[in-house]
């Protein structure tokens, strides 16, 4: 990558967007789910700590697409904040938790997080946790709207950004719950496997669910990204799926945010503990 270029294309997104409220343009190293590093461009601004990302690959001419970046910078600047709910470990939070909006479920928490990216084109690869900031109460203060009406917000973007993955468990962890593999269960995420736990805070979600699999069933949270739904006439052990899943979460370094399993009656429509 040419730095004397790259350094040119920089003072002149500072020039053409002197309007907005741009500190610097960085180059930094982006990383893939597949692990592999490529260059990104990205605008610091003063007001969102989630700044806007223009991903490069190693044999890009900075000076061919100059046009091109700006013109992507120029759409993101005005581009609104886009809210998504998302279940996190209590611990993660409890020193600061007076520092963030949220809202108690069980010994989780609903935590809300932003983007400025735009949602609403091609998802790919690129949205990963990363791109997502969480909304602390000063930001929230920055962004002009209460607490209510940002768990509204998130409320709708998350079902409008990400769409309701849901199907049985054949493919997951086949190895770790081999001892059951005779039995179905199922999982549920969401189209971007990203925060898909989440999925679990919507009643509609939890209801369509029920009349997939029939019948009431339990809810093994397995952490962010997904959870794990046992029918209750199944022979898994919810509780012990519950341990064997935060087991794997530790062998591979991802964070377990329960130690409880939920229950969901499709009668009442009401999740409780198990």
């Known amino acids: 990558m040419d730095l ?11 020039d053409e967007l002197k309007n907005y409220d741009i500190v610097d343009v960085i180059l930094f190293d982006a990383m893939r789910y ?3 590093t490529r260059k990104g461009l990205a605008i610091k601004r003063t007001r969102y700590p989630v700044m806007p990302v223009f991903l490069l690959d190693d ?9 091109e970046i700006i013109d992507y910078f120029k759409k993101m600047v005005n581009v609104n904040p886009r809210f998504i709910l998302a279940l996190e470990k209590r611990d993660k939070y409890e020193r600061l938790l007076e520092k963030y909006p949220h809202k108690e479920f069980y010994d989780m928490l609903i935590i809300v997080k932003y983007t ?8 790919s690869w690129r949205y990963d ?6 909304v602390t109460k000063d930001i929230l203060e920055g962004f002009g709207i209460s607490e209510d009406e940002l768990f509204k917000k998130a409320y709708e973007d998350t079902k409008d950004i990400f769409e309701l993955e849901f199907g049985e468990l054949e493919g997951y962890y086949n190895k770790e719950l081999a001892y059951c593999q005779n039995d179905k269960a199922f999982f549920v995420s969401n189209n971007l496997g990203l925060y898909g736990s989440s999925s679990i805070l919507f009643d509609d979600h939890l209801y369509k669910m029920y009349q997939h699999i029939g019948e009431n069933y339990y809810i093994v949270v397995c952490n962010q990204h997904v959870s794990i739904l046992v029918p ?9 799926l519950l341990n064997s899943m935060n087991f794997i979460n530790d062998n ?8 409880e399993v939920l229950f969901y009656n499709g009668e009442t429509k009401k999740v409780k503990l198990f």
């Open 4 to 14: 004397e270029k790259v350094n040119i294309l920089r003072n002149r997104i500072i």
């Open 59 to 67: 044999d890009d001419d900075i000076e061919d697409r100059a046009d």
């Open 34 to 36: 597949s692990g592999i």
């Open 232 to 240: 209750e006439s199944s022979e898994y052990n919810p509780s012990y």
């Open 129 to 134: 946790e990363s791109r997502f900031s969480d």
């Open 252 to 259: 591979y370094g991802i964070d377990s945010i329960t130690k």
């Open 116 to 123: 400025l990216d735009d949602m609403d084109g091609d998802l």
